[in-house]
């Protein structure tokens, strides 16, 4: 994590606990899926000033909306063990502060995607904003156990998000990948809810392992993750993509769902959390795999193996 060594100390404290709020590694995780819907969009290389703020556009816009869910689920934080060590629940940002590092951000990240980018990236992103910050930490989180399937629209975004910074425009290619993210999510997300349940259970939030146990939670995983092995296939099936997409999503799937059988007939905490991570990686590669496919004509018209 960032140190800040070359300020003061308390200053340096001060700065890691505001970057904290941010939850940077989530903003990485939502600025790659960006970026790559922009580099999707176009079969020519994306302008590096094009790439640079929408990516930093969209990543300012996401970490306030983690300070603002910080904000919310302070009271919330502080009685889980995963989270009690966050900034709010340790006393070492206010209220106050956390507001005007909210706004700071959010106002840099939608002056940078209107100055630099274009009107419907800027639009798009603080919509994605109020549905993360206000729909689904304020109204759905605390209010049905399935929250996280509703509110994964939100953190489905991104690559949308990105493609619209390069075409000015949202086809369906780029609907389909946010599709393929809030499929992900439901898997991705109850995997760590099933370990952490008892965290859930104090907290208050009806999880769905707390409000219909562990075993209809991992059917659930189950039932997703085939649905997001179907989900996967859909780019190759409208040519979006090709072989070496469609043989990379069905081994990268077959994989995601040994993990989530597994869960369903042998389940563990350790094998939760295993599941957990891959889902994380799972991401990642699918959508490396898609950008490779995207880029291997121009990769075989350079090397001369293209008519």
Partial sequence: MFQAAF??????????????????????????????GMLLATDEMVPVRLLLAGTAGISLLAGAGFVFNCLV????????????????????????????????????GAWLLLTYVNALTMWLTLATFVGYAVVYTVLLKPATPQNIVIGGASGAMPPVLGWAAVANDVPAQAWLLCLIIFVWTPPHFWALALYRVEDYRYSGLPMLPVTHGSRFTRLQILLYTLLLIATTTL??????????????????GG????????????????LAKRTFRWS??????????????HWLPGIGAALGLSD
């Fill in 7 to 36: 300020l003061p100390s308390g200053w340096r404290h001060t700065v890691i606990a505001y970057l904290e709020l941010t939850k940077p590694r989530v903003v990485m995780l939502a600025a790659f899926c960006a970026v790559i």
């Fill in 235 to 252: 780019p190759y099936l409208i040519h979006m993509s090709g072989l070496f997409y469609l043989i990379a999503e069905l081994i990268l």
């Fill in 255 to 270: 994989i995601f769902l040994y993990y989530a059988w597994k869960l369903w007939v042998d389940y563990s905490d350790a």
């Fill in 280 to 293: 994380i990686e799972y991401l990642a590669y699918l959508f490396g795999a898609l950008l490779i496919d």
């Fill in 73 to 108: 689920e302070r009271s919330i934080d502080a009685r889980m063990a995963r989270t009690r060590a966050r900034p709010f629940p340790r006393g070492t940002v206010g209220v106050p502060q956390a507001l005007i590092l909210a706004g700071c951000l959010g106002g840099a």
